[in-house]
């Protein structure tokens, strides 16, 4: 009789624990992407702030619902019973985490083509008013200068130093995960080439990827072309040498 | 109960594994590999010495560390860019994290903003292409050391952080940050339970120490480099973090979220 309290009384307190938690997962869910949407820090600091919360959310009820097994639940059952509530114990824990790791799945943290955008737009509105500080000509820029850079003006030949804002400056910060996000198709391809035919085999495929990326980065930053040729070389060689694919 | 049940499991692992390396040991080394190097990593850790081995197992991957990485005025991975050497850039993004602005930086090494970039975007490519992490370490040593840099280290911000800490009282944290490594773990511990409880942790230590999280981090560059002390800290750190996660989660409502639900 006890018994059976117990088991009752456990399957309840555990069943209203996963009601709590469906309901942080719902508040996650909608809320989410309008928090990830509204943040327009570039580090996206205010949403992983909004995230932290929910996944503290998260650890409390699994920690307390860990505790409750060991402290209450289990000292009090008996022969068996500890075996079927040992199961349901585990069950509800595997459900909690599973809930938490797909709060925010459909969240789309970061739209780095949007990002790209917003740079090209305000590097285009610096570039409108650059004109030479001696002469007043407008001055012509033959690429894209992510950084503060010495531009000589062609009528009057001062040399004036050309700021393209603090967004133009974040390019070089997104200019990887970006020029990744655009090779998925050859990163793809590597993945499936790497679990068939294992590491070793799947070299070659992860070189097409890693060099389609490398021309994305040269493409998005002007003028780094060796220093990507050396970033794709320092890759190539941990994929040889140590087996690590970034 | 359990931790205890773990905590001897994970002893007798490391016994376990101890044997092991001992067996090891006896065995030819194979080609290819720098045999010394590698006895050398299994004295360190079987003497319990974790910097030993750390230091001897980079050492046979070709690796430096920051006690191993040297600052070789032919390397052309060292070589200065418009007169920005690598002390330089690590005191100055040290200062940045602090609050001063690149202006202030590049006014203070008597530069102009374009050269302050250029030199950033070259140390940070150099950084990112050394497989050898010589150039991370001789950066991670220098930025751990932007108090003692000549022309950058009596920097302050322009704008100081909005705080109610006292100057006093900001430098009275700081200077036991420096010297206290019990304080330094308890506060890393506190940053990562605020995080966690989503609480911005920057805007703790702001708030209750006057301090950046640049600042804080710059004073624990000698411990975090150096793994007998991580390892000597690590249950330390671990218990302050639940102390301060309980505190947190009382202060946020992060911890009561299940409060009214009894068994």
Redesign the interface.
Known sequence: MDNNTITA??TT?FK??EA?AGE?MEEAKISGQLVADADKDPYK?SYL??K??????F???IQ?GST?F?T??MPNARGLEMIALSQLYNDWNAKIVSMMNHAFEQVEERNLEQEYADIMESYRLAIEKFVCKQCGAKLTMDKFYF????IACEFCNTQN?F?PGSKA?MM?HIARPLAASRCLKQYERFLEERSQSGRKAAASAYEDYLKAMIQEMDNLLPG?SE?HQ??Y??MM??YNKLGIAW | M?KKLFKSLGGNLEDMAKDLMKDQQQQDIPNGHDANAHKDQLKAYMNGDMQGAFEAGAASAGMKTSNTAKEDPNDPNMQAVHGISIADYAAGAAKIGEGCTEEQICIALGV???M???A???W??RM????TFNVINVYTNYFGKAKEHGKLGGLIPNAAVKTDVSDGKAKEHLARLETDKHYFFEIQAALQAA??????GAQWLIDNLGLTVAQVNGTGTKYMNDFNIMAEMMDYQDQKKAEYSKRF?EE?G?????DD???
């Open positions: 009384r456990a307190f209203k624990m709590r942080i600091r702030q909004f932290g919360a929910i996944i503290a959310q650890t409390s009820i307390k409750t060991q209450q639940v950084q503060a850079s010495y130093t700021d400056r070089e780094l220093q050396n970033f070389e320092r060689n941990d | 359990f102009e903003q374009p302050w970039d250029e950033q975007t070259t940070n490519n990112r292409d050394d497989n995080y966690e409880n989503g609480i911005d989660a946020n992060t911890g009561g979220v299940a639900i009894e068994f």
